[in-house]
């Protein structure tokens, strides 16, 4: 699983971005109100990361605080609630 990841913003898209980690790119969905946080591209960030598998995807959610991911944890064990409801 992947906890945690710290790389350059490489892209920022109204949904996502994709960090640069060693010169792999991680695409991690996100909310807009995180992303207004970051500054510009090419900003060092960390964030802490939930992998949701599911049959046909790996899709990683990004936060920047253990208490943010934690909330969508407990979000998302609520029956009807996936990760992109809960994010």
Excluded: C, Q
């Excluded at 790119?25 to 990361?49: A, N, P, Q, R």
């Excluded at 995807?57 to 809960?86: C, H, Q, R, V």
């Amino acid at each position: 699983m992947i906890s945690r990841l710290t790389g350059s913003i490489a892209h920022i898209d109204p949904k996502y971005i994709v960090l640069d980690v060693n010169g792999v790119g991680y695409k991690v969905f996100t909310t807009v109100d995180i992303m207004s946080k970051f500054g510009k591209e090419k900003e060092e960030t960390t964030l802490w990361t939930y992998l949701a598998v599911r049959e046909n995807a790996l899709d990683l959610y990004g936060f920047t605080s253990l208490k943010e991911l934690n909330f969508f944890e407990l979000l998302i064990t609520i029956s009807g609630i996936g990760p992109k409801t809960a994010l």
